[in-house]
């Protein structure tokens, strides 16, 4: 059963009234309709809002970190009681389908309890001074305001890799969502400020600013990243934006966290199931209807099995379920908008001047839903990997070129600017391991027998070159959101001083 928006709203403790205005409108990919319309926040608010998360900052971080962990672990509750209704506003504004909907209110769930268990282990080193009767250790502590610029196309999941990370590091959060999906954002705040009445009803004190919503356009966004009081920006979109992004906080020398564009590849070697490769392919090539930074885009078969898999791929691509993402025999969603649906058909006609077989692509006409942009995702034979490739386009296409040697293929998956995620289907082991050394796959990620999407929480997530280099989610990424304070302790009597130097007064 579906929900109407204003029921869903509520449902997830949302008061439009606080929100409605003119000026940001949340437009369903499903058909194209408004489903609200936002007040975005002006200049002076934008500093109120950052005043006060710098206010709740100074007093967070001297909460104690597995206290700070309570909090998430609350948090992770509220998810969990409202993943059907936060999963299906995921689907209505974002156009991604149900199932991906839940999953990604499931890898905020994930996250939280990863961050929890982590609200007791942010530990430092001891390490061996030179000195006699010195010790030397490390400490990590809180780094400030932290600011996280999210995008469309997993518009809560990521601000929650950040976000329960950095609470429970002792930071506090301003969040600029999308301006295509602000709903998802104000009701995952609403969640979140559910979590801190609940956590301060059993006697602590979340201070208020903790967590910062800021609705608005470009320009709320790049007045957040300029406050000199963010300490760290942690921004997921386009190359372009990163860049800009990284060129402010350069100027004052201020930490970024950057997760960019992808361009991700696959190989499919002699040796491969082809079966499973044939399933890794469809989900990461067309989930998300080809919008995920981790999207499948370049697929290099070798010349062994080329006429097996890719005539098998077609027949795949020529029956998928395309349709309202609601219904649950949906497999492909709309795209987000008209705009990546114009990118979609220019990139196709620039590959057919490179001499390009195109299959699919074309717009399919959704009964009942004729306002969105849904099409036949794309496939793309290639005669080799022309320039046209190296750019990421955020849509269903899937280029493919022939390889015969594997050399050549990593050289490939190299090539392009890009450097997020990558994997090869292969049995031989020999393959396999060249492909994740420091010969091999130049990229954040490097998979082998699975897709180059759907990425674990429990790794460290991003990628290399125009990616940005930044890593969240799991692993140690959580030290990106602390400063490192390095204490060496001298209990003995005399005061020998570092590499040996004399200095008598
Ligand atoms: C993104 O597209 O910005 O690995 C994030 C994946 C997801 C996250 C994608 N877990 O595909």
Redesign the pocket.
């Known amino acids: 059963m579906t929900k109407d928006i204003n029921t869903l709203l509520t449902s997830l403790g949302v008061n439009m009234a606080d929100y409605q205005g003119q000026d940001i409108p949340s437009v369903s990919p499903i058909n194209g309709q408004t489903m609200a319309t936002l007040r975005a926040d002006n200049a002076a608010e934008v500093t109120a809002k950052i005043d006060r998360a710098h206010a709740a900052y100074l007093q967070w971080r001297k909460v104690p970190a597995p206290r700070r962990g309570e909090l998430i672990r609350l948090f992770g509750e509220e998810l969990r009681t409202h993943k059907a209704e936060l999963g299906q506003l995921v689907t209505l504004e974002a156009g991604k389908i149900l199932q991906e909907g839940l999953g990604e209110v499931q ?1 905020m769930i994930d996250i939280c309890d990863f961050a929890v268990g982590l609200s007791r282990q942010l530990y430092g080193l001891t390490i061996a001074s030179e000195r006699p009767g010195h010790r030397m250790m490390e400490q990590w502590h809180p780094v400030g305001v932290v600011g996280v610029i999210s ?1 469309f ?2 518009p809560v ?2 601000w929650a890799w950040n976000a329960a990370l950095a609470f429970v590091c002792g930071d506090s959060v301003t969040w600029k969502p999308s301006e295509k999906t602000p709903l998802t954002a104000v009701a995952t705040h609403a969640l979140f400020m559910k979590a801190v009445a609940r956590f301060n009803l059993t006697g602590n004190d979340a201070p208020a600013g903790l967590a910062e919503l800021i609705i608005g356009a470009r320009e709320t966004g790049a007045q957040m990243v300029e406050d000199k009081r963010v300490a760290l920006v942690s921004a ?1 979109g386009s190359t372009r934006m990163g860049r800009q992004v990284a060129e402010v906080c350069a100027k004052r020398l201020t930490r970024t966290i950057l ?1 960019l564009g992808g361009n991700n590849a696959m190989i499919v070697a002699p040796s491969a199931d082809l079966e499973m490769a044939v399933r890794a392919i469809t989900f990461s090539a067309v989930g998300t209807a080809g919008q ?3 999207t499948l885009r370049r697929l290099f078969v070798h010349d062994s099995i080329y006429d097996t898999l890719v005539p098998r791929l077609k027949k795949i691509y020529a029956g998928l379920p395309i349709g309202n993402p609601l219904e649950k025999t949906t497999l492909i969603g709309p795209l987000v908008d008209q705009a990546a649906f114009d990118g979609m058909q220019k990139a196709l006609e620039a590959a057919k001047t490179d001499q390009g077989q195109v299959f699919g692509g074309e717009r399919v006409t959704v009964a009942g839903a004729e306002g969105g942009y849904y099409v036949r995702p794309s496939i793309v034979e290639m005669p080799s990997q022309t320039e046209h490739m190296h750019h990421e386009v955020f849509a269903p296409i899937m280029y493919i070129v022939r390889y015969t040697d594997l050399q050549h293929a990593i050289a490939m998956n190299n090539e392009v600017p890009q450097g997020l ?1 990558s994997s090869i289907f292969t049995t031989d082991m020999r393959e396999a391991e060249l492909f994740m050394s420091d010969v091999g796959s130049d990229c954040g990620i490097a998979n082998v027998n699975i897709g180059p ?5 429990g790794g460290a ?1 991003g990628g290399e070159k125009d990616t940005g280099g930044g890593r969240e989610s799991g692993s140690d990424s959580w030290k990106a959101y602390m400063r490192r304070s390095t204490n060496t302790v001298n209990y003995s009597h005399s005061l020998p001083l570092a590499q040996g130097i004399s200095f008598d007064i």
């Open positions: 890898e995008a196309n997993f999941a990521v997921t997760e995920r930074c981790t995620s999407s759907g990425a674990e929480i997530f």
